[in-house]
């Protein structure tokens, strides 16, 4: 039995023994979706984060109650050239991720990387266009997936999932309201990371800003002659700068290896 | 051998990075410019500023440095006091 087999033996076997994770859906959830009303609230709701984790939380959050058919949700998130799952309805959605990255292939992926906008599985015990993947996850108990590119026009973010338990769980509705979520989550999540980048630009700016005090005070030198001091540091130790930064603001002293 | 160092048009076309990400990284280590003038720098040959151009490419060798690679973007006139720590070559 190869590797990727006995995974998904073992991760059959724990899909098994969390039956609740299966639970039907609610009747009012498929009574009312999708609902207009609901997902403008829903934009307006992921527009107004600014932190990431909360945003990806709202949308598979939103995916499971408003797309027709999901019995699941996740995200796949693209940093550089790693991906990772950054929020899951439940365990099985990570469990299945893992066999994507694992295998380098599935409809996220395809999603995430090729830059298809949207990936539609009838059912994954007779596509062939993942046999690794399939293989390894045909045992999960999940059927249909839908996976949406999730991009804006500058950046690729990574890709919206949807799985469902039984074959050609998806209509054509389920993907209207799953590439409305995508095109929402995305700029909700641009506009979130964008605020991130700022927190931590400003918190680093100040950490730099305390060191190259210290070094000023120190050596009776200007500004940008004491970040040329810290540039050296960071180049002699390998190490980044805001780093050397806070050592410094911390300790007083400048690490140069 | 040693490679020479790289420009800041040829580091930022090794990292990968789009203008907006060295800008945010540029923004983290002190700079003050606006995206469209770091673009503006990127995109003509000489970097008006010594300090901005030191500052972006601290930004680009950072990403090397994540990375483990050896590429490094040259430096311009760092302080002298600097360049005797560290022996870079391009020192005054």
């Given amino acids: 039995m190869s590797r990727a087999q006995k995974g998904a033996s073992s991760d059959a076997a724990w899909v098994a023994s969390k039956g609740p994770v299966f639970t039907d859906r609610t009747t009012a959830q498929a009574e009312t979706r999708p609902d207009p009303d609901r997902l403008a609230a829903l934009a307006r709701q992921m527009g107004a984060e600014s932190h990431l984790d909360a945003v990806w939380d709202r949308v598979v959050q939103a995916c499971v109650t408003q797309i027709d058919g999901a019995d699941h949700a996740g995200i796949t998130l693209l940093t550089g050239d790693s991906v990772s799952t950054p929020a899951a309805s439940d365990e099985l959605v990570r469990i299945i991720d893992r066999h994507q990255y694992a295998t380098g292939e599935g409809p996220c992926l395809t999603a995430a990387i090729d830059h298809e906008a949207v990936v539609r599985v009838a059912d994954l015990t007779l596509d062939t266009r993942w046999p690794k993947f399939s293989a390894a996850v045909v045992g999960l108990g999940v059927r249909s997936m839908l996976a949406f590119q999730l991009y804006t026009d500058s950046d690729t973010i990574g890709g919206l999932n949807i799985y469902a338990r039984t074959p050609d769980a998806f209509s054509d509705d389920s993907v209207h309201t799953g590439t409305l979520l995508a095109a929402h989550a995305a700029v909700a999540v641009a506009a979130a990371s964008h605020s991130e980048h700022l927190r931590t630009a400003l918190a680093s700016r100040d950490t730099i800003g305390q060191a190259k005090g210290i070094l000023m005070e120190r050596y009776k030198i200007t500004a940008d002659q004491a970040f040329d001091l810290l540039i050296a540091a960071s180049q002699q130790t390998h190490r980044k700068l805001k780093d050397i930064a806070s050592d410094l603001a911390a300790t007083g002293e400048l690490t140069v290896g | ?92």
């Fill in chain 2, 1 to 92: 051998m040693t490679e020479s160092p790289l420009g800041l048009s040829d580091g930022l076309r090794l990292s990968g990075l789009t203008h907006e990400q060295l800008w945010h990284r540029y923004l983290i280590l002190g700079g003050g410019r606006t995206l469209g003038e770091l673009r503006e720098h990127l995109d003509s040959a000489a970097c008006p500023d010594e300090h901005d151009h030191n500052v972006l490419a601290q930004a680009l060798n950072e990403v090397f440095l994540e990375r483990d690679k050896a590429h490094r973007v040259g430096y311009r006139n760092l302080f002298r006091l600097a360049t005797e720590r560290q022996g870079l070559a391009d020192g005054r």
